[in-house]
């Protein structure tokens, strides 16, 4: 069975300064790790993913993840935080390849805020 | 790029209806749905897999008779809350898995349904 821990519920930082959200995984294969980003209101978008390819893993609107086996860790950055970034990230896990055959499962999120 | 629909985006009913949940791949044929449940600053938990021409597999503590999953074509997947109550009440969110994207293998969500129980 696979478990994703996120370590914070809420991140703030100011508008233009680094962004680092930590997750953390259990799982009993070789996972297929994600981020998604929910907005207030919006559905749930796929920022990145890592399925065993390269460890370093770039996403969209300037994300970037890296895959860490020896520490179980999948912590998602950007190097300058925008306003629009302020949404609810989820930290996400499944045990097939690509995600896609079984049910995902999530962290329970981080909220970021962003100060102006 | 896949899309994934649901309709409707907002419901509210009286506690003992019954109401049902469309799920739609608008682009792509998915033999795979499914069922994610959202409380209010909560995750998202996996409440069942449904499988096109097949009955649904439920996640353990997740009352099958109450939410009744059918999926019977490639790009639909209902799901109805039967008898509501106001402890239904939370964010039904889906999610499709494209059969022919075997590279990428990915799951492409809904927009989700806000469903309010009075």
């Known amino acids: 069975a696979q478990s994703v821990t996120q370590l914070d519920s809420h991140v703030s930082v100011s508008e233009g300064t680094p962004v680092l959200l930590r997750c953390n995984y259990s799982s009993s294969y070789s996972p297929s790790l994600f981020w998604y980003v929910q907005h207030p209101n919006k559905g749930l978008q796929l920022l990145l993913k890592?399925?065993?390819?390269?460890?370093l893993v770039k996403g969209i609107n300037g994300f970037e993840a890296e895959f860490k086996k020896s520490e179980t860790s999948f912590h998602l950055t950007k190097p300058s935080a925008h306003m629009s970034d302020a949404a609810e990230y989820f930290c996400?896990?499944?045990?097939?390849?690509?995600?896609?055959?079984?049910?995902?499962?999530f962290g329970k999120g981080t909220h970021l805020i962003i100060q102006p | 790029g896949a899309v994934v629909s649901q309709h409707p985006s907002r419901v509210i009913c009286k506690s003992g209806t019954s109401v049902k949940i469309e799920c739609r791949s608008l682009?792509?044929?998915?033999?795979?749905m499914f069922w994610y449940r959202q409380f209010p600053k909560k995750s998202l938990m996996l409440m069942a897999t449904?499988?096109?021409?097949?009955?649904?597999?439920?996640e353990q503590g997740v009352e099958k008779d109450k939410f009744l999953i059918n999926h019977a074509s490639l790009t639909l997947s209902t799901l109805t809350v039967t008898s509501a109550h106001p402890e239904d009440s939370s964010f039904y969110i889906c999610?499709?898995?494209?059969?022919?994207?075997?590279?990428?293998?990915?799951?492409?969500f809904g927009p989700g349904t806000r469903l309010t129980v009075l």
């Open positions: 999610s499709a898995r494209d059969v022919l994207a075997v590279l990428t293998d990915t799951q492409y």
């Open positions: 682009d792509f044929q998915a033999t795979t």
């Open positions: 996400v896990v499944s045990d097939s390849p690509g995600g896609g055959a079984d049910g995902l499962t």
């Open positions: 890592y399925t065993s390819a390269a460890t």
């Open positions: 449904s499988n096109e021409g097949s009955k649904a597999t439920y």
